[in-house]
């Protein structure tokens, strides 16, 4: 390994950087009724150490950040037990960060759309939450659960039928074969003539 | 698992070695192939190739390999002594298992050249830095550079670009990635004199392990296949079936005691379950690298060495260098396709010596690789380098482009000893077996980020001229972190300012030896774990020299 590991804490060790960079909506908004997080799994969840509730908020964060379009996203690759798994394995003290930050999230539902489900607000009501708190601690470590469900081996159980591995074009392959890419090909040993 | 002999602990053996890392494995198997009985103390388990997954997660992001605080290894870190030291989830990186952090290395393994040993006394000194000549040459390391070369395994293509060598390289260069086509093209149009980068990765079969299957993991993760010329996999077979050498895993050493005639007498340590052993010794060998090594000497104090042992110097834990670095990244119309194989196939040496007239003190090199190692999360997480949304349906696309289609350039480059660079025992913070948690105390100097900064420039023109589409510049900052820990215990002539001799013995205790990072007097350019290895195989020969003359 090179130089700095993951240049990414897992957490900072203060939730101020939520407070101080949760700017509170003041536009009024109309609450609608649309529910686009349909394909629910945690509807009937088995989770580890997160609450029914929570996994519905975290699952509609999440898909939020890697959505299901064109292509599956976060929903489908499972991020949410990934989530839970690794949340549960001694991060209790991020857990509660988590906790707190999701606390903030919904009161911010509650103030500008009056409703305190994350996950009961239409997309553009969620996507305007989140695009306030872009930056603080709790959407930059939602963003990397989301990002690290994605791309971690199904053995923790995200990346569902590797689909954050098809979303990225990467092949999770045991061996490779020169050549590797398009400049490479041909390529002889020392060089151009 | 085979661990080989079995030692009782009230025997005195002929040598105790403390880890089992780049250093630590090839003396392990030098001084047990030799005869001598030899009992290796490693603090992590003994993984081997089959134990090694594509587990970016585990080993990048949940420590499985790189102990921390979650792991009950918590450090702390400051800028300078004036600073109170916050805690850090890790701040000296390496890897707690057999064959340490070779096992997890990229494998990039650029032999130092001559002006690495003495240029002290070709540029003369550097105010407020302690620069010094080495004690040793080239000249005296060459013989065992080729050692390395041969018996550890080295893949590269002998060429006017080396420094002197007394023999080829054992393997052929491995196949030219994308990213270095890019870096070479440029290269040759800028004037420069790119070649192939010289790794510790088999191309093809040596010594009964086999070549490599490029399958993208090496920084950061064990080889599956043993391609990797890691210590684990090229030395500490040799020593286990030797018949003279035992590993001990799981062994956490507390100190070292002294008898009363101050030779180094016993290792103490802790078993897996907590239980406190000792092993008597003839003699000591701490190879626990730069950080570990000054911190179990500091460990180590008693009446005798009030500072901590072999300290009468003062010089232990001092004069930290981590090496500097610099990145700069294009994305190119074509797919590049980073992950795939070693990481990095090319390399430019041209500006190893800065020239003077640029008004700061440095050097390096340049070599080809992907902006995040080539690893899917990484690259996922880091992805928005070149702009665009960091979340939801456009960053989805955006981020496939820059795992794909992109290469970095990177300066690694030199960092000057500084005395206030240091390695100490936290005042407050205890490591789960009680100990006192490691501090890192670190400032580049202003010419060490002058340097990172100009490597970045020549990284750009480069990637100009290699015809990138968008190019960014990731921020030259003071380092907070490394895996390249570095000086610590230097070695040196003179016992009032080094702690090792020229051949790693103390200067104050006869019978103790250090040899790893901490032994460097200098940065070199970035890649220091081939002249670790060489130091290792050359402190060796000096250790079985100097028993056959009854000097130990």
Same mark, same amino acid.
């Given at each position: ?107 911010? /539902?509650? *103030? %500008?759309?009056? #409703? ?7 997309? @553009?009501?969620?996507?305007? =939450? !989140? ?37 990225? /074009?990467? *092949? %999770?392959?045991? #061996? ?7 400049? @490479?090909?041909?390529?002889? =040993? !020392?060089?151009?003539? | ?552």
């Amino acid at each position: 390994m090179n130089k700095v590991l993951s240049r990414r804490s897992f957490l900072r060790n203060s939730s101020e950087v939520f407070h101080k960079s949760c700017i509170v909506l003041t536009t009024p908004m109309i609450l609608s009724a649309c529910k686009e997080a349909s394909k629910d799994y945690s509807d009937s969840p088995n989770f580890k150490i997160l609450s029914v509730n929570e996994g519905k908020e975290y699952a509609a964060i999440a898909s939020r950040i890697i959505p299901s379009d064109e292509s599956p996203g976060a929903n489908e690759a499972g991020v949410v037990f990934f989530m839970d798994n690794v949340l549960s394995d001694g991060r209790e003290l991020e857990h509660n960060i988590l906790k707190e930050g999701l606390k903030n999230l919904q009161a911010m /539902g509650v *103030e %500008n759309f009056g #409703a305190s489900g994350f996950y009961s607000l239409n997309t @553009d009501q969620q996507d305007q =939450l !989140l695009e306030e708190i872009e930056g603080a601690e709790f959407f930059e470590t939602m963003r990397y659960l989301t990002i690290a469900g994605m791309l971690s081996l199904p053995e923790y159980q995200g990346n569902r039928d590797n689909i954050g591995f098809k979303m990225l /074009g990467y *092949e %999770n392959r045991h #061996a490779w074969a020169s050549p590797y890419g398009y400049y @490479d090909t041909g390529y002889p =040993l !020392l060089g151009d003539k | 698992m085979d661990t080989g002999v079995k030692y009782s602990n009230d025997t005195q053996v002929d040598f105790v070695i403390v880890g089992s890392g780049a250093a630590g494995g090839v003396i392990a198997k030098e001084l047990s192939t030799a005869g001598f009985s030899v009992v290796v103390l490693e603090q992590g388990p003994y993984l081997k190739a089959s134990d090694f997954k594509h587990d970016e997660w585990g080993y990048k992001h949940n420590g499985d390999l790189v102990w921390g605080k979650r792991k009950g290894h918590p450090q702390t870190f400051r800028k300078s002594i004036n600073e109170k030291a916050t805690e850090r989830e890790v701040c000296f990186g390496y890897a707690h298992n057999v064959g340490g952090s070779s096992v997890h290395f990229s494998g990039n393994f650029w032999r130092f050249r001559p002006i690495d040993f003495n240029e002290a006394s070709v540029l003369g000194p550097i105010s407020g830095t302690t620069f010094a000549d080495w004690p040793i040459t080239y000249e005296d390391l060459e013989p065992y550079y080729t050692k390395v070369d041969w018996e550890v395994g080295v893949s590269g293509l002998q060429g006017s670009w080396d420094p002197p060598r007394s023999r080829d390289y054992p393997c052929k260069p491995m196949p030219a990635k994308s990213a270095g086509v890019l870096l070479e093209r440029a290269g040759k149009a800028l004037g420069y004199n790119p070649y192939p980068a010289p790794v510790a990765i088999l191309s093809e079969p040596h010594n009964g392990r086999p070549g490599c299957i490029h399958c993208g993991f090496c920084n950061g993760f064990g080889c599956e296949v043993d391609a990797k010329s890691s210590s684990m996999s090229s030395m500490i077979p040799l020593a286990l079936s030797s018949g003279n050498c035992e590993l001990r895993t799981f062994c956490t050493v507390s100190r070292i005691n002294l008898d009363k005639a101050d030779n180094a007498d016993e290792v103490v340590y802790w078993d897996r379950a907590g239980v406190e052993h000792s092993q008597k010794a003839r003699a000591v060998v701490v190879c626990a690298n730069g950080a570990e090594t000054p911190r179990l000497m500091l460990l180590s104090e008693s009446s005798r060495f009030p500072d901590g042992l072999a300290n009468s110097s003062g010089m232990v834990g001092k004069n930290l260098m981590f090496n500097g670095w610099s990145s700069a990244e294009g994305i190119f119309d074509h797919p590049v396709n980073g992950f795939k194989s070693i990481p990095t196939t090319r390399v430019i040496h041209d500006f190893y010596s800065i020239d003077s007239s640029f008004g700061f003190y440095g050097g390096g090199g340049i070599d080809s690789r992907h902006p995040s190692d080539g690893l899917p999360m990484r690259s996922a997480l880091d992805s928005g380098r070149f702009g665009g949304p960091r979340w939801g349906s456009e960053y989805k696309r955006l981020v496939r482009e820059e795992f794909t289609h992109t290469a970095a350039f990177h300066g690694h480059s030199t960092s000057l000893p500084l005395a206030s660079n240091t390695v100490t025992l936290d005042d407050t913070l205890k490591d789960r077996w009680g100990r006192s948690a490691l501090c890192c105390t670190y400032k580049d100097h202003p010419d060490d980020i002058a340097t990172a900064k100009f490597f970045q420039d020549r990284s750009v023109e480069l990637l100009e001229a290699a015809g990138a589409k968008k190019i960014n510049r990731t921020p030259v900052v003071e380092q907070e972190s490394n895996v390249h820990l570095l000086g610590t215990c230097r070695m040196g002539d003179d016992p009032e300012n080094s702690v090792v001799d020229r051949y790693n013995r103390s200067h104050d205790v006869s019978n103790l030896f250090m040899c790893d990072g901490s032994s460097l007097v200098t940065s070199g350019r970035g890649q220091p774990t081939m002249t670790i290895m060489a130091l290792a195989f050359r402190t060796a020969d000096h250790i079985i020299q100097a028993s056959k003359r009854n000097e130990i």
